[in-house]
């Protein structure tokens, strides 16, 4: 298996997301009628970490959300403003399809239906109107950690939330670039504010940069610990660092993933 260059040359990696196959990626792996383990990790995840939040008028920016919409369903009930960012037109159309209700979007609502009955103990009329609550709230912006700014001028924030849905490792693949990516992150986040994140985790980072499949690409992304993201947040002056990691069965790693040393998911949160 071909590894990908750590100084992607920028223009090849900008024709690989502008032909992002959203649909294989939602296809793959969210599933609309079993929602995985590692995607219900997430959702408890999330669910966890705003209800912590004493806010429910609370701005928040999803970066690098790609064709996702169930991050923002805990989000929802706490957001005054919902802000959806990324780089791939496909992964914004992708999600402009499910605002706007179109019969071809993914379907979300057995996600929502996990965190607003499941998780929230709430009612089945609830939780479609939580989904209407996210159509609402939600603004879209384009976005590209590479430049600066990193998002379009008039959603520069500040932000009290800030989630990184894999956007760094994705787009930041060599320590350096990882640092000065989480700088320019923090830097539209508020004091105070609370930064999410998560990522493919691996017992370690000898091989820094891996291979993801979406559709007949592969996507280079950064091999990443728990250890390691706790150690870049606390050197940005982040505090109270919380860690918490989901194991993935062999078959599942193998299918969407070609490295032996990956273990599960990580899913970070820390103050600044």
Not at 71 to 91: G, R, T
Not at 178 to 205: I, N, V, Y
Not at 236 to 259: A, K, M, W, Y
Request: with cysteine; aromatic share 12%.
């Amino acid at each position: 298996l071909n590894r990908p260059n750590q100084e992607m040359d920028t223009l090849a990696l900008d024709i690989k997301y502008q032909s992002f196959d959203s649909d294989d990626y939602l296809r793959t792996r969210f599933y609309d009628s079993n929602i995985p383990d590692r995607v219900l990790f997430l959702l408890d995840s999330f669910h966890e970490a705003f209800l912590h939040l004493p806010s429910r008028s609370l701005k928040i920016l999803d970066y690098g959300v790609g064709p996702v919409v169930m991050n923002s369903i805990s989000a929802a009930a706490h957001a005054s403003e919902l802000v959806w960012s990324d780089y791939s037109e496909k992964n914004l159309e992708t999600l402009w399809k499910w605002l706007e209700k179109d019969p071809t979007a993914f379907n979300w609502s057995p996600f929502f239906d996990n965190v607003v009955k499941k998780l929230e103990g709430k009612s089945e009329k609830e939780a479609r109107e939580r989904e209407e609550v996210v159509r609402q709230v939600v603004k879209i912006a384009h976005c590209d950690i590479n430049a600066d700014p990193p998002i379009q001028k008039e959603f520069l924030g500040p932000y009290d939330v800030i989630i990184d849905s894999g956007c760094l490792v994705a787009a930041c693949y060599t320590k350096a670039k990882f640092r000065t990516g989480l700088s320019k992150l923090s830097g539209l986040l508020k004091c105070g504010g609370t930064f999410m994140m998560f990522a493919p985790e691996f017992r370690t980072m000898e091989n820094e940069v891996g291979e993801y499949v979406a559709g007949s690409r592969m996507y280079p992304f950064m091999c990443v610990t728990g250890e390691y993201l706790e150690m870049a947040l606390k050197e940005q002056g982040f505090t109270d660092v919380n860690v918490q990691r989901c194991t993935l069965d062999p078959e599942t790693l193998s299918r969407l993933f070609h490295f032996k040393t990956m273990i599960g998911w990580v899913f970070v949160t820390a103050l600044k």
